[in-house]
């Protein structure tokens, strides 16, 4: 036996399949779709393909990859553990509810289900900015139990957005208090802040907090707004008409460290 574990990855749309030894470190991955394996070691190039021969899909060429690039070589510095590159959208939520799905009650659904349905919308909308160079992290965990709802990073700057779940909700933001409709209102805005100051101070980066609202009937906005935006999850995209802030080279250290479960441990 070699001792080898197969990690299979799957984001915007790419298949990845790394080898990792026992302690978690990558020593190489097999891209599907170009029909390589990438090789870190020569020395363990019989175990590897033995290791990956149930995934193999025809011949493949296998080597050391030509140049790794950034975002490459910080994946494989990080144990699997620690990368929360493959998170879903609402990973907490979607962890929360497996393990307790609670009642099945018509009338009254389980808001957690609420909660997970707006974050997969707005993940997903945050997912296709992938190919205009942003890119967004879902469920970051802070200490405390606590997350960051979406962490973006692109040309535009560091957005730490927290969603809402509004349907058919006119939705007034009086700063910091949001009310949903005639019942519930709380001062949403300063946990909205507050959870890009931490982002900000475990990234030693300017973060800037973002409140999305999926699918509201109204927004009203009856004061001024300071330093934080309010969106309707039908605006995000609009996030990739900024720019000017952050070189590429910039976006791809700042996801590589962000991605780390470990630069979280402490804000």
């Not at 973006?152 to 509004?166: D, M, Q, S």
């Not at 805005?189 to 475990?202: E, F, I, K, P, Q």
């Not at 999850?233 to 070189?247: H, P, R, S, V």
Request: aromatic letters at 4%; hydrophobic letters at 40%.
């Amino acid at each position: 036996m070699s001792g080898l574990r197969v990690i299979p990855t799957w984001r915007h749309g790419q298949e990845r399949l790394y080898v990792c030894l026992r302690d978690g470190r990558n020593i190489a991955w097999y891209d599907r779709e170009a029909a390589r394996v990438n090789l870190l070691s020569e020395d363990r190039r019989d175990d590897v393909l033995e290791a990956l021969g149930p995934f193999l899909t025809g011949p493949v060429a296998v080597g050391p990859p030509a140049v790794p690039t950034p975002a490459e070589l910080a994946r494989l510095s990080l144990h699997p553990d620690d990368d929360l590159a493959p998170n879903r959208p609402g990973e907490a939520l979607q962890v929360s509810l497996d393990r307790d799905p609670g009642p099945q009650r018509r009338l009254r659904p389980d808001p957690r289900r609420r909660a997970l349905a707006a974050e997969q919308a707005v993940g997903e909308s945050l997912d296709r900015l992938d190919g205009v160079g942003w890119h967004a992290l879902h469920s970051v965990p802070l200490p405390g139990g606590d997350r960051v709802h979406h962490l973006v990073i692109g040309p535009g700057g560091l957005f730490a957005i927290h969603t809402l779940y509004a349907r058919k909700a006119r939705v007034t933001v009086a700063d910091p208090v949001v009310t949903l409709g005639r019942r519930d209102s709380s001062p949403l805005l300063r946990r909205v802040r507050a959870d890009a100051d931490r982002a900000s101070y475990a990234l030693t980066a300017e973060v800037h907090p973002v409140l999305v609202l999926v699918d509201p009937a109204d927004l009203a906005i009856i004061t001024p707004l300071r330093d934080v935006r309010v969106l309707a999850d039908t605006e995000i995209e609009g996030l990739a008409k900024l720019g000017g802030i952050l070189k590429p080279a910039d976006v791809q250290a700042l996801h590589a460290t962000a991605r780390d479960r470990q630069t979280w441990v402490r804000v």
